[in-house]
């Protein structure tokens, strides 16, 4: 048994858990949060603060959500289930003790002023 083990750890250079090459896809994950969110919403009538409930208990019973913590996968889940996003568990934030990425710029507000208007190699206003 030793024997498995030492080389297990000589596999994954010491790391616990299933080496990255052999997690399941992230899509797989993605379809199993949504079928479970629809259950869910199926089984409390369209109540999404239950369903969210049950979702959270269904990441919670399984292993391949541990890495992540629970409560910003959910936000992160509901926010994406709300716009029509994909769900991208590559993202740090989601670790626990992970840094989100930084937030996209933001476009100004204000009006864009028209570029000068060339006419003959002069700027005309």
């Known amino acids: 048994m030793m024997g498995i083990i030492r080389d297990w750890a000589a596999y994954t250079n010491g790391?616990?858990?299933?080496?990255?090459?052999?997690?399941?896809?992230?899509?797989?994950?993605?379809?199993?949060?949504?079928?479970?969110?629809?259950?869910?919403?199926?089984?409390?009538?369209?109540?999404?603060?239950?369903?969210?409930k049950d979702l959270a208990e269904a990441i919670e019973r399984d292993r391949r959500f541990d890495p992540y913590d629970k409560k910003r996968l959910l936000d992160r889940f509901s926010e994406c289930w709300g716009s029509g996003q994909l769900l991208d568990f590559s993202d740090p934030g989601l670790l626990h003790g992970g840094q989100s990425r930084p937030e996209r710029l933001k476009t100004s507000t204000r009006p864009m002023e028209s570029p000068p208007i060339k006419q003959s190699g002069r700027l005309i206003d």
């Open 15 to 52: 790391a616990q858990g299933v080496p990255e090459d052999m997690r399941e896809d992230h899509r797989d994950m993605r379809v199993y949060m949504g079928q479970a969110h629809s259950r869910a919403i199926n089984r409390h009538n369209g109540s999404l603060s239950e369903a969210k």
